[in-house]
């Protein structure tokens, strides 16, 4: 049987296959690739062994972020209960003390060269006392250091990270008591101390801006529930509540940076 001769037709059918080949070897490449399993994104929280911090950090797992979580060095060192709760949920366990630069800065050695995807501010100390007239410079200049100061120095410890990540995120738990516009009396170191991280929270989103970081900043007031730091007095519940925050976090882009929202996602007044 004699072989059919090609015709001109053939000759440019054979021509286009061989020369759209690396197009389409780009899409099985492609199509190959999203196949593979997204790495889990990492989110940091400052604070995680008790409350807010552990029930958010038990959420944000469930929906399969990988949590790193930060305890104070003395509660690692009494061997306190929480730990071990908040150990089989984290990967990691850092130690730091928001008074003490130095743990903050060894805690940052401590968690790598790996990118970091979100921050979560959460440890602070609470309102007590409620009168004006009962502060002191001490308790003025405490409730400054851990509510301000201390989120400060752990963003600054931990910017590289941040920038490292597709698209970093900073959340600095806040509180309706930040809010000047909000404000009825009483708890004045509290109040001061938030209104301080909220005025922390625009500064460094606009800075970000300016030096073209891809970060967010937001303030978030995450309810009032039930937690040592309010002697377990609430109006919102826990559960409703992180639920709650776990959506507001995981949709924060460069559009919300500079913002005070609270746990459902609401504008707050500063």
């Not at 008591?177 to 922390?200: F, P, Q």
């Not at 992180?242 to 882009?253: F, Q, S, W, Y």
Request: glycine share 6%; with cysteine; hydrophobic share 40%.
């Amino acid at each position: 049987m004699r072989s059919r001769p090609f015709t001109t037709s053939s000759r440019l059918a054979l021509i286009f296959n061989f020369l759209s080949f690396p197009t389409r070897l780009r899409h099985y490449q492609t199509s190959a690739s999203n196949l593979r399993p997204e790495m889990p994104r990492t989110a940091l929280l400052i604070g995680a062994n008790r409350g807010i911090g552990l029930n958010l950090a038990r959420a944000l797992s469930d929906q399969n972020w990988n949590v790193v979580a930060s305890i104070r060095p003395q509660t690692k060192e009494v061997n306190d209960p929480s730990v071990q709760e908040i150990e089989a949920i984290a990967s990691k366990i850092l130690t730091l003390d928001l008074s003490e630069e130095k743990t903050i800065a060894a805690a940052a050695e401590q968690f790598g060269d790996g990118p970091l995807d979100m921050l979560i501010n959460i440890a602070g100390i609470g309102p007590e006392p409620d009168n004006w007239y009962e502060h002191t410079a001490e308790i003025l200049k405490e409730k400054f250091a851990i509510n301000t100061v201390g989120p400060f120095l752990v963003v600054k410890h931990f910017h590289e990270s941040l920038k490292k990540a597709e698209k970093g995120v900073i959340v600095n738990i806040s509180s309706n008591a930040g809010s000047i516009t909000m404000c009825k009396g009483e708890d004045l170191g509290y109040r001061v101390s938030k209104a301080a991280l909220n005025m922390m929270t625009v500064t460094l989103a606009k800075e970000f801006q300016m030096n073209g970081d891809n970060i967010a900043v937001i303030a978030l007031n995450p309810g009032y529930v039930a937690t040592r730091l309010t002697n377990f007095r609430f109006r919102d519940n826990m559960e409703e509540c992180i639920a709650g925050i776990v959506k507001v976090v995981d949709n924060i882009g460069l559009e919300q940076t500079g913002t005070f929202v609270d746990w459902r996602g609401e504008t707050l007044p500063w």
